[in-house]
């Protein structure tokens, strides 16, 4: 395993920690990191979501991710407050572990710079 690997594992284990602490409850993966996104993304609290709705939040936040890479631009809200994202950047062709990869790359910047949580592994030297 590379180190950047090795760093970003720990570094999502430390954001999963995170949002255990938070809410009490530990997303049990990449898409419960991104259905939290997308619920706060859209901004109407905590609620039923329907089995479209909750895959819908799922497009919201990968959305919101791979905007801060400059491939996504919000275009706005629907009448009922959902947002709605355009492409603006084709994105590269990448096989499953990289996709995951990028999400949860994006996903630890996302909590750091809303939560101004850290979560990168400290250097041994600055412990």
Same mark, same amino acid.
């Given at each position: 395993?590379?180190?950047?690997?090795?760093d970003l594992e720990r570094s999502w284990q430390a954001l999963l920690n995170h949002i255990e602490e938070s809410l009490g409850k530990r997303p049990k993966d990449?898409?419960?990191?991104?259905?939290?996104?997308?619920?706060?993304?859209?901004?109407?609290?905590?609620?039923?979501? /329907?089995?479209?709705?909750?895959?819908?939040?799922?497009?919201?936040?990968?959305?919101?991710?791979? /905007?801060?890479?400059? @491939? @996504?631009?919000?275009?706005?809200?629907?009448?009922?407050?959902?947002?709605?994202?355009?492409?603006?950047?084709? $994105?590269?062709?990448?096989? $499953?572990?990289?996709?995951?990869?990028?999400?949860?790359?994006?996903?630890?910047?996302?909590?750091?710079?809303? @939560?101004?949580?850290?979560?990168?592994?400290? /250097?041994?030297? /600055?412990?």
């Open positions: 395993m590379f180190k950047r690997d090795l990449l898409n419960g990191v991104l259905f939290l996104i997308g619920v706060q993304e859209l901004g109407q609290g905590h609620r039923y979501f /329907s089995k479209e709705e909750k895959q819908d939040l799922l497009h919201i936040a990968i959305c919101k991710l791979l /905007s801060l890479a400059d @491939y @996504y631009q919000l275009d706005g809200l629907d009448q009922d407050g959902w947002p709605h994202w355009r492409l603006i950047k084709k $994105l590269p062709h990448f096989d $499953l572990l990289e996709q995951e990869k990028l999400l949860k790359i994006h996903a630890l910047e996302y909590f750091e710079a809303e @939560y101004n949580w850290n979560l990168r592994p400290q /250097s041994p030297e /600055s412990i």
